[in-house]
């Protein structure tokens, strides 16, 4: 961190030493310099900077770190400190625009005036409310506000200004690997390399998006081939104005009413990830009156979530956190007389709940994707509302050429769970070109019990055979046309139900049953579904049991060929499973390890299976595993598998080898992953990314760590990929230096960046270089210049201060030069060094000096 004040920057070792003189004093005490005559300081010093409050800074620019509320709102951030127009033998901060938006302190009514980005406000102008300190020592603004004082904001809400858009970019980042099997039974040689490719292209908010496979294939029988084959090119662009995202080209539907549904064409709809933390998924609000100024608790599980003082009156919380799972909220209102009210709000939910006063929707225009040679026109839109705890409404409608759908439905909260229910009607010219038309019913059922019993239900039913889902329309039309074979799960579907009960055991473990089954109309076809879970930890192993069934009745032909199948072919298949895991850790030191043994058995065979995996070295880039395994088949009897793996994450991206040999096979693999970005400094290269990441510029600090960086380090450029950020939140940056050259020394420890989805944020450290120095200086007569001393390089940057006996600490930009040192504006009170670094730099990276001051 650093301070830049009139134009020159203080280092923190150098700040120090001025802390000794700028300890917190009162109005009307006053630093006598006469205190310092006969003392070991030397030379009489000009103290009149220091004799001030502490929150009466001298006047210029501070970069420093803003907290409101005792809540950090910036980092070091650039505060201006000027004359107080109110008390003019003070100093006072001068907040700029964007600042006081972040803090969303409530301009006084009276006095409301726009400010330009160059501008500034006084503190004392925004409120008189407001009271303020400055922390020197911890190189930081507080700021006091009441409640009363600031705009109401959900928890987690970050201005707009804020976000970041990031800088213009081209990257592309793969993941590849390579394998080579040998059947040692029949000399087959298999070469096999799969690269998977996205690659994009960011100018200011558009970003271009493309991804692919690359696929190579060789083996001793048919030779050699390759193919490229392009997933999905695209170009979206956030649209803040009203928290959407917009897409251009191949996409795929988001919404859970209708299903997804793969097209190219445009979609807009509601981007969840720009909404305050305290406005995503679902919570109630909680609603109140209290007699007095009183403090409002909400608890969950007996566990407080949320804690606010509220004025007399009605109140409302509505940005809660979404902790759905966790069941009911206990409120309590404790008054000023230390009267205590409660009360119980009801959480319940299920998938297409909406948190109350939310709204959501999602428009889509284009052809839907691998059904070209039929007429595949298609338009869906979405909205759902949130109306208040107890409702929310959903209405969508989607159509195609011959085809119309349209949805009506909700979500009913009651305190005994959550109710949600869609009816979907479909009118299609459906197989042999019938006419078919028909309704699907859906309901959804979750309740979380005081038990710890969670219960998630859900069953659709299709009242009619004459339903069709858009996607298998399109799949009949394209058998019939082209002869190729359709197989859906949705297609003649009548009845699907699913069920999920979740169970806490407390220290026993958890419990949990998954059950679901359907049924088709016109034939006998059947799934059904059974698993059934336990986990628990005892001691330090931990141990998961599953059972699991599966009964189905199908036909091999496809669901619409088997309409006119005979009941003979139909085939029945049931198979149980179980399953039997343990783990244990095993750290050595700084290396963490687990070694798992785990348990099956099918209808077909059953095996063991036992290895070892870990990390290793202190930043635990290097990580393995190695296994071994025996299978008894019904059929070929007992085979043995062994194999290992070996991982290194590096600077520019993450390498893997692996082999193993089985009862007829040997493979050996090899694997890489990493990004390139193109940008305006050059080339660099890192770990594999996210599609929001960071590009960190800090010059001449080569080899320093990007700090959850993957591995990630400063290249000799100055420059280093911070692989993944979460967009519209604040994520920290910051850098390890222990790697970073002594001649190099970084101002300032972590900044946030508030990313834009998709964006690449450029986070720039900025960095002093020169060789560091501690240098014992004494005047022409002998003393040393006084302790506080500004010292400043030839530029008049200021590099350091004298410390105690006439020390100084600084970083020299120059193998040669000269220093200045000043403690007062008469010439009297200052003096130049001038120094000589020896050629080569000592081993501690500190050069030790004795020189002069001279005074000229």
């Not at 190219?264 to 720009?274: Q, S, V, W, Y």
């Not at 036909?555 to 198979?575: I, M």
């Not at 299978?631 to 007992?638: A, I, K, W, Y």
Request: charge should be neutral; charged fraction near 15%; hydrophobic fraction near 35%.
């Amino acid at each position: 961190m650093k301070i830049t004040h009139c134009n020159s920057t203080i280092t923190p070792l150098a700040l120090s030493v001025s802390l000794i003189l700028s300890f917190p004093v009162s109005a009307g005490y006053y630093f006598d310099p006469a205190l310092l005559q006969g003392t070991g300081y030397g030379k009489m010093v000009d103290l009149s900077r220091f004799n001030q409050a502490e929150d009466m800074l001298p006047a210029g620019e501070y970069v420093l770190d803003v907290y409101l509320n005792g809540q950090l709102v910036r980092g070091r951030e650039k505060i201006k400190f000027t004359e107080s127009p109110t008390h003019p033998e003070r100093t006072e901060p001068c907040l700029s625009a964007s600042l006081i938006e972040a803090s969303a302190i409530r301009v006084k009514q009276h006095d409301e005036k726009s400010v330009t980005a160059s501008e500034c406000r006084f503190i004392g102008e925004l409120s008189s409310q407001i009271t303020w300190q400055v922390n020197t020592a911890g190189l930081r603004l507080d700021m006091t506000v009441p409640q009363a004082g600031l705009w109401h904001h959900p928890r987690g809400y970050i201005p707009v200004t804020e976000w970041d858009r990031g800088t213009t970019a081209l990257f592309l980042r793969h993941n590849t690997n390579l394998y080579h099997t040998e059947n040692t039974s029949s000399d087959y040689r298999y070469d096999y390399l799969w690269s998977n490719i996205n690659s994009g292209l960011n100018l200011g908010l558009w970003q271009f998006r493309h991804q692919g496979n690359l696929r190579y294939a060789d083996n001793n029988v048919n030779g050699a081939h390759y193919r490229y084959s392009a997933v999905r090119t695209w170009m979206q662009r956030p649209v803040p104005e009203i928290e959407s995202m917009l897409y251009l080209g191949d996409n795929q539907t988001n919404n859970t009413l209708f299903g997804g549904l793969s097209f190219n064409g445009i979609r807009l709809g509601t981007d969840p990830r720009m909404w305050p933390q305290g406005k995503r998924g679902y919570a109630p609000e909680v609603r109140g009156v209290a007699n007095t100024t009183a403090r409002v608790t909400v608890f969950q599980q007996g566990r407080v979530i949320y804690e606010t003082t509220v004025s007399p009156g009605a109140f409302v919380i509505n940005d809660l956190y979404n902790t759905h799972s966790q069941g009911d909220l206990q409120v309590s209102v404790t008054e000023a007389d230390g009267q205590v009210s409660t009360f119980t709000v009801p959480y319940s939910s299920v998938p297409d709940s909406v948190r109350p006063g939310n709204w959501s929707y999602e428009l889509a225009l284009g052809y839907v994707r691998h059904y070209y040679n039929q007429e595949n026109k298609f338009f869906e839109g979405v909205l759902q509302r949130g109306v208040n705890n107890s409702l929310t409404t959903n209405v969508g409608a989607r159509l195609a050429d011959d085809y119309q759908a349209g949805l009506l439905g909700g979500v009913v909260s009651t305190p005994v769970g959550a109710l949600g229910f869609n009816a979907v009607y479909s009118r299609a010219e459906a197989e042999r070109g019938e006419l078919e038309q028909g309704w699907r019913l859906e309901a959804s059922y979750s309740k979380t019990f005081t038990t710890g019993t969670n219960l998630m239900l859900a069953a659709y039913r299709y009242s009619t055979k004459g339903y069709r889902d858009l996607q298998d329309v399109l799949g009949v039309r394209r058998q019939e046309q082209d002869n190729v074979a359709y197989y859906s799960d949705t297609l003649h579907q009548r009845n699907s139900f699913s069920a999920t009960l979740s169970q806490s055991l407390n220290d026993w473990g958890q419990l949990s049953l998954n059950a679901s089954t359907a049924d088709y109309y016109g034939d006998s076809s059947r799934n059904t579904q059974f698993q059934l879970g336990y986990s628990t930890r005892w001691k330090f192993i931990n141990i998961n049991l599953n059972a699991a069934r599966q009964r189905s009745v199908y036909s091999p032909q496809g669901y619409y060929d088997a309409l006119d199948d005979n009941q003979g072919s139909w085939r029945r298949y049931t198979e149980n499973t179980f399953s039997l895991s343990f783990s244990v850790p095993l750290d050595f030191g700084q290396n963490r390890a687990q070694a798992t043994f785990d348990m099956n058995k099918n209808r077909n065979s059953s095996g063991a299976l036992t290895g070892i995996s870990g990390t290793l070295g202190e930043q635990r880039r290097v990580s393995y595993s190695a296994y071994a395994g025996m299978d008894h088949l019904r059929q070929e009897g007992n085979q043995t598998t062994v194999g290992g793996s070996l991982e290194q994450r590096s600077s520019v991206g993450t390498f893997r080898a692996s082999a193993s040999r089985g009862h007829d096979y040997r493979q050996f693999g090899l694997g890489a992953s990493g990004t390139v970005l193109l940008h305006s400094g050059g080339v660099t290269a890192g770990p594999y990314t996210s599609d929001t990441f960071a590009l960190i510029s800090a010059p001449g600090a080569q080899g320093a760590t990007v700090r959850n960086g993957q591995g990630a380090t400063v290249d000799r450029f100055g420059y280093a990929l911070l692989p993944s950020m979460t967009p519209y939140r604040y994520n920290p940056v910051s850098l390890d230096i222990r790697d970073m050259d002594s001649s190099v020394e970084l101002q300032g420890g972590s900044l946030r960046v508030v990313p834009y989805a998709g964006a690449i944020s450029r986070v720039s450290f900025a960095t002093v270089s020169g060789e560091a120095a501690l240098i014992n200086t004494l005047l022409p007569d002998g003393s040393t210049p006084p302790m506080g001393a500004d010292v400043a390089d030839s530029e008049g940057a200021q590099v350091g201060m004298v410390g105690q006996g006439g020390q100084i600490y600084a970083r020299l930009p120059a193998q040669s030069g000269v220093l200045y040192v000043s403690w007062g504006k008469s010439r009297a009170q200052s003096c130049r060094v001038y120094y000589q670094l020896p050629g080569q730099s000592p081993a501690t990276g500190l050069h030790q000096l004795t020189l002069p001051c001279r005074q000229e």
